[in-house]
């Protein structure tokens, strides 16, 4: 079975532009979340969904949204792009027998010039 | 809020040394705590994890003992190798209601283990 899938990898982006980043969670998981790995720092909530309902929020600005598809794939979309959104996006997929276990995705790293 | 903080690194050890990063948390009642691997160029992988006071999560030789009295799940490892060498995340979900499983982590503690 294939594992959580990220795309793109990598990507270049300026100031003020739009990026969507796109997950696959893995076959028969409902849900997933998002997190944001600044370098040198731990993964912080950004979203969570499930059966394509939102079902938690972190302390992001509205600029961040994302949504959740009938396949259960997600996207992660940021508007107005600053600086200090470079990061490693990831994306982790949750199943329904142990909620508790987060697979992630090997993840997308924008960088902001 | 809930929290977590790790010992910060880098952490640097010969290999078979042991090995020790300090985890404490803040929650308010039964979070369950985890811990996190992460390997240059790739995304976060569990290690290990433990849902109730006293379990003792383990795997590759890694454990952890969820200890309520000192709200700490420290990671140890009798004997490292290279192939350890990795960035360790503590971190915990607080069930919230709702659906929502969010994972609060820890900043990460840099292991390198020389030959």
């Known amino acids: 079975d294939a594992g959580v899938t990220q795309s793109p990898t990598h990507l270049i982006k300026t100031r003020g532009q739009h990026v969507t980043l796109r997950c696959s969670p893995i076959?028969?998981?409902?849900?997933v979340s998002w997190y944001q790995q600044v370098l040198g720092q731990g993964p912080q909530f950004i979203f969570q969904?499930?059966?394509?309902?939102?079902?938690g929020r972190g302390n992001f600005p509205d600029r961040f949204s994302a949504r959740q598809f009938p396949n259960y794939s997600s996207e992660l979309n940021v508007n107005a792009l600053l600086l200090g959104d470079s990061a490693l996006y990831l994306c982790?997929?949750?199943?329904?027998?142990?909620?508790?276990?987060?697979?992630f995705g090997a993840g997308t790293r924008l960088s902001v010039l | 809020g809930n929290s977590v903080t790790q010992m910060e690194g880098p952490v640097t050890l010969s290999e078979e040394a042991f090995l020790t990063i300090n985890c404490t948390y803040t929650?308010?009642?039964?979070?369950?705590l985890f811990w996190y691997v992460q390997y240059p160029g790739e995304g976060l992988q569990l290690l290990l994890k433990?849902?109730?006071?006293?379990d003792k999560g383990s795997n590759k030789g890694f454990e952890a003992t969820y200890r309520k009295e000192t709200t700490s799940f420290h990671l140890e490892k009798g004997s490292v190798q290279v192939s350890d060498s990795a960035v360790y995340f503590c971190?915990?979900?607080?069930?919230?209601?709702?659906?929502?499983?969010?994972?609060?982590f820890g900043k990460g503690t840099l292991l390198t283990v020389n030959p």
């Open positions: 982790a997929s949750i199943s329904d027998r142990d909620k508790n276990i987060q697979y």
């Open positions: 076959s028969g998981h409902k849900s």
């Open positions: 969904y499930y059966e394509k309902e939102e079902r």
């Open positions: 929650a308010t009642g039964y979070p369950s």
């Open positions: 433990a849902t109730k006071a006293d």
């Open positions: 971190a915990l979900i607080r069930y919230s209601g709702g659906s929502n499983y969010k994972l609060t």
